[in-house]
């Protein structure tokens, strides 16, 4: 069974900087899309980024394009959403998520995961 646990929230000012960690376990993160979703308060939950590595391909939000970047720590089967340049937008609870194929047709849809974690809590202060 596949769990996925999210870490690295908190509270940072407009402009700072957070790393996020999705610990996975029953799956190697390298070997799968792996998809990064947020949902603030009132609103549904979107797509953030995602990485498609056995295809060393990588999937962004136009909100969040230069600033976010995904990268995978094979050693630690962990996957890492580096957030740069926070702003208010970004308050969110933050997921990670997989899919039960390999390299989903569409990694932007959250339609295509079917695993998610608990989620954390990135609030961004003005």
């Known amino acids: 069974q596949v769990q996925l646990v999210e870490s690295g929230g908190g509270l940072v000012q407009a402009g700072g900087s957070l790393r996020l960690s999705c610990a996975a376990s029953g799956r190697t993160v390298s070997r799968y899309t792996m998809g990064w979703f947020r949902q603030a308060p009132g609103k549904e939950r979107e797509f953030v980024g995602s990485?498609?590595?056995?295809?060393?391909?990588?999937y962004y939000a136009d909100s969040v394009k230069g600033r976010f970047t995904i990268t995978t720590d094979i050693a630690k089967n962990t996957v890492y959403l580096q957030m740069h340049s926070l702003k208010p937008e970004d308050t969110a609870v933050y997921y990670c998520a997989a899919p039960h194929i390999i390299a989903t047709m569409d990694p932007t849809s959250i339609y295509e995961y079917d695993y998610w974690g608990q989620g954390t809590q990135v609030t961004v202060s003005s």
């Open positions: 990485i498609v590595s056995s295809e060393a391909s990588t």
